[in-house]
T-cell receptor, first 118, second 112 residues
Framework: GAVVSQHPSRVICKSGTSVKIECRSL??????MFWYRQFPKQSLMLMAT?????????EQGVEKDKFLINHASLTLSTLTVTSAHPEDSSFYIC??????????????FGSGTQLSVL | RKEVEQDPGPFNVPEGATVAFNCTYS??????FFWYRQDCRKEPKLLMS???SGNEDGRFTAQLNRASQYISLLIRDSKLSDSATYLC?????????????FGKGTRLSVIA
């Protein structure tokens, strides 16, 4: 099946640094990518939706200037956590869709990135 | 009220037991329903879609009650490998880019 590659899988960084997470669709063109965040023992919370070539749509409460999303091509979306702080420590995961709903079989997840900010 | 609510868990059951998870959703416009499985620090993986008529896949049976906005998952003959967190997931299409809304998940531990 289709594969979404996400890396790095784990990042440990100092407070104040920026971290970039990449999400690539390896064998399909992802028209839409979603970025989720998951804190321990919590559900996946949607942060933003990005469409290739346009600005991302952020969910309420998510700072667009802090979480920069770039979806410059149909196979790559990046999430940059700028000036990371300990409260940003979380599990970040992307998902990509190759086509419109309702076919859930066309929604694929990256393997996630565990971010730890010291 | 949260969009998707699940049994809090954790469920600790012996091998071979039957276990049932429940889930309710708040948006009556929701159209697609799924159960995902998530292992610790891993990505969610689709277990099965849920249809109004109910559907079964081996030891797993899913039910949907639209009137009550209720979804269930039944696991029969539990295996050790079933230990994971089970996520109830709902989609409410308002455009072509509708994401999935995840419940908090219910943790299952199957014990030998």
């Amino acid at each position: 099946g289709a594969v979404v590659s996400q890396h790095p899988s784990r990042v440990i960084c100092k407070s104040g640094t920026s971290v970039k997470i990449e999400c690539r669709s390896l064998d399909f063109q992802a028209t839409t990518m979603f970025w989720y965040r998951q804190f321990p023992k919590q559900s996946l919370m949607l942060m933003a939706t990005s469409n290739e070539g346009s600005k991302a749509t952020y969910e309420q409460g998510v700072e667009k200037d802090k979480f920069l999303i770039n979806h410059a091509s149909l196979t790559l979306s990046t999430l940059t956590v700028t000036s990371a702080h300990p409260e940003d420590s979380s599990f970040y995961i992307c998902s990509a869709r190759a086509g419109p709903l309702p076919s859930n079989e066309k929604l694929f997840f990256g393997s996630g990135t565990q971010l730890s900010v010291l | 009220r949260k969009e998707v609510e699940q049994d809090p868990g954790p469920f600790n059951v012996p091998e071979g037991a039957t276990v049932a998870f429940n889930c309710t959703y708040s948006n009556s416009a929701s159209q697609s329903f799924f159960w995902y499985r998530q292992d610790c620090r891993k990505e969610p993986k689709l277990l099965m879609s849920v249809y109004s008529s109910g559907n079964e896949d081996g030891r797993f049976t899913a039910q949907l009650n639209r009137a009550s906005q209720y979804i269930s998952l039944l696991i029969r003959d539990s295996k050790l490998s079933d230990s994971a967190t089970y996520l109830c997931v709902v989609s409410t299409p308002s455009s072509g880019n509708t994401p999935l809304v995840f419940g908090k998940g219910t943790r299952l531990s199957v014990i030998a």
